[in-house]
């Protein structure tokens, strides 16, 4: 007696199609989690920093090479910590924005926090006429900014007393630098 022959069609049953769709949607569940986790991972399992943290003490490299320790409990209220790259398309687009809020007459301290090296964060701040009172570069910038909780550029920090964080200001804030300072108590004019 003969059996009858498989088709090698592609027609299946509705349970084998039910299990194919349940192995496919483990499959990409499984590898959104494992995606999570390695970036978790990468940041040293760093929470997005948030208003209300201490920050304690910086060490990051100067474009010269020095190594810069910042103690942010020493800085004076209203501090700005501007974390950026010249190469991010976001950062391009505030650099006008931050040349203005940040410009030394304004008499804010304002610390950049570059992750590159000398050469493009260099020409990035000259073409932009940006003023910092440090500047920090380089790819240990990427090992403190991780440490800290910043997670993307442009991320901007506004400090309170004893290096205590007032505003965080990231890629998708709803208020910019200007109306986060305009809370700060003017800075005092030395004469």
Known sequence: MATPERGTGSSSTPGQQRWLTALLAALVLGGIIQGL??????????????????????????????SLTISFRDLPECSVVLFLSPSCATCEALAPRWATDFAPERRRNVIGISFSEWASADSFVRR????????????????????LGILAVPTTLILGRAGVVKHVLGPSSSVDSAEALAACPE?????
């Open 37 to 66: 986790l390695l970036v978790r991972r990468a940041t040293g399992g760093t929470e997005w920093i948030q208003a209300g943290a201490e920050l304690d003490t910086l060490t990051a490299r100067s474009g010269l090479g020095r």
């Open 128 to 147: 932009h006429a940006l003023s910092f009172s440090t500047y920090a570069v380089g790819t240990a910038s990427s090992a403190v900014a991780a440490r």
């Open 187 to 191: 800075p005092r004019r030395s004469y």
